[in-house]
């Protein structure tokens, strides 16, 4: 009888240690469950900053408990410097450029205090909001599992039972929950409020900043132009002595560059090189011509007394030569496929371009930077185009204007100059076009007349002029 009763004992107590092991791994199933739910299901918390808006949310839960962030920029991950605390991280998700309204002050330095700011402040509010919803959904996702388990067991349990587990279970999956997170939480909202920029959240990207290329001090260069064809001046009267980059660069006198600094009496600088992109050109070197152009910043840096800085930019970088070829010959321009093509090139582009605009920082003197929107070289109703009617040069004049706004949001955001020449009414087909015709060297690029436009529109810039 008596290793009957021990041996009943040893059952039971088996049984209640196998129902206590099996009550707590559902209770785990049932919170990292409900955790998932909540993380998954939390919509990003908008916020505007800098007449910009970004969501903020977070990462899928790591096994480490510490590390960094992530921006989503255009649809690339990236990781922060800054790191945090707890396995649950801030995801800051940045969408795809539309008309480019979303890339203006995300990325600056510190140009304007008060602004920055609030962005720091917008972002730590977002976080905030984002995980008090955050809590909320873990709570339903948590009621919902545990619901399901009491009916389940209903016909074994009271109705107070019932709500014991419930309540009990709801408690304990909120105590994981807000344990996990709170210290990220508090932590995180720390950082995100000094946060000047998205820039400085994700550094400086992984391109070291560009060395002075080799060689003496440019002295005596009060100006220096940098950008591809357009700043060139190709097409144009050649130079009397050319040097062999400059017949490779289809650098001319005519290029608006040699013009302003007839106008002021500067020796200007023109390192613009005909097909130059801001990777291939600007910041990293180039072959043009049969030989290797050193990068265009680099040489700058060699300036040391230059106290404006001209840069001309972008077109290369989303082949503009070649889209109004291909719209030519395409019974329509803005199709599902060039559109989402010209989309990622605009979002490659604009990465490049803030990445241009930051290094610009360490020219030496700190001179003044203007950057040249883009003229637009035909109108609207341009009859002598063969291929291009009205609706498609709408399109092409479209995407234009998106590169614009990139290339003026960028300056205001850094606070450099940006200047737009006239060319209305001056475009290919009218009487006096400001752009070369369709037979001569450089269809499309500005001539000697558009280039004066282009220097006078700069001067003005230079000058403070409006």
């Given amino acids: 009888m008596t290793d009957d009763r021990e041996t009943r004992g040893m ?38 900053a800098l007449g910009q808006t970004v969501g903020v949310g977070a990462t899928s839960p790591t096994a480490s408990l510490r590390g960094p962030g992530e921006v989503d920029l255009f649809g690339q991950p990236l990781p922060t410097q800054a790191r945090f605390v707890g396995p649950v991280r801030p995801r800051l998700v940045l969408t795809d450029i539309t008309l480019n309204q979303q890339v203006a002050g995300l990325f600056a330095p510190e ?22 919803w955050e809590t909320t959904f873990v709570a339903l996702g948590a009621l919902l599992l545990l619901g399901m388990i009491a009916g389940w067991r209903r016909h074994l349990w009271s109705w107070k039972k019932t709500l014991v587990t419930v309540l009990g279970g709801l408690l304990v999956v909120e105590a994981v929950n807000v344990g996990l997170i709170m210290l990220t939480a508090s932590t995180a909202a720390t950082v995100l409020h000094d946060v000047h920029s998205l820039g400085e959240l994700v550094g400086r990207s ?50 608006y560059g040699v013009l302003l600094g007839r106008v002021n009496r500067w020796n200007v600088g023109n390192l613009a090189c005909s097909g130059a992109t801001i990777r291939g050109g600007l910041l990293g070197s180039q072959s043009a011509g049969g030989i290797s152009i050193p990068p265009q910043l680099a040489v700058a840096k060699r300036a040391v007394d230059a106290s404006a800085v001209v840069i001309g930019v972008g077109a290369n970088d989303l082949n503009w030569g070649p889209m109004i070829r291909l719209c030519a010959v395409s019974v329509t321009c803005d199709d599902r496929a060039s559109t989402v093509f010209f989309q990622k090139q605009l979002s490659s582009f604009a990465r490049d371009y803030y990445e241009l605009l930051r290094q610009l920082s360490g020219l030496p003197d700190d001179p003044k930077v203007v950057i040249n929107l883009y003229y637009a070289p035909f ?14 040069i709408t399109v092409l004049l479209d995407r234009l204007d998106a590169l614009n706004a ?26 006096l076009p ?4 369709l037979r001569d060297a450089a269809p499309f690029h500005p001539n000697g007349t558009g280039q004066l436009v282009i220097a006078l529109a700069d001067e003005r810039a230079l000058l403070g002029a409006p």
């Fill in 11 to 48: 059952r039971s107590l088996a049984r209640r240690i196998g129902h206590a092991l099996f009550g707590v791994a559902t209770l785990v199933v049932i919170t990292v469950a409900s955790i998932a739910f909540g993380l998954r299901i939390t919509p990003l918390q908008s916020v505007s």
């Fill in 379 to 392: 109108a609207p109703n341009a009859a002598c185009l063969t291929g291009l009617t009205p609706p498609k």
């Fill in 434 to 437: 400001y752009v070369q015709g």
């Fill in 206 to 255: 992984d391109q070291p900043p560009l060395a002075a290329a080799p060689g003496p001090p440019l002295r005596g260069v009060q100006a220096v132009v940098m950008g591809d064809s357009t700043a060139a001046g190709l097409g144009g009267a050649p130079l009397p002595k050319p040097t062999p980059d400059d017949q490779a660069c289809g650098r001319s006198a005519d290029a």
């Fill in 406 to 431: 990139v290339l003026a949001d960028g300056a205001k955001t850094f606070g450099y100059l940006s200047v737009k020449p006239d060319f209305t009414d001056h475009g290919l087909c009218t009487e």
């Fill in 111 to 132: 140009t304007q205090p008060g602004s920055a700011a609030a962005l720091g402040e917008q972002l730590a509010s977002g976080w905030k909001r984002y995980f008090a």
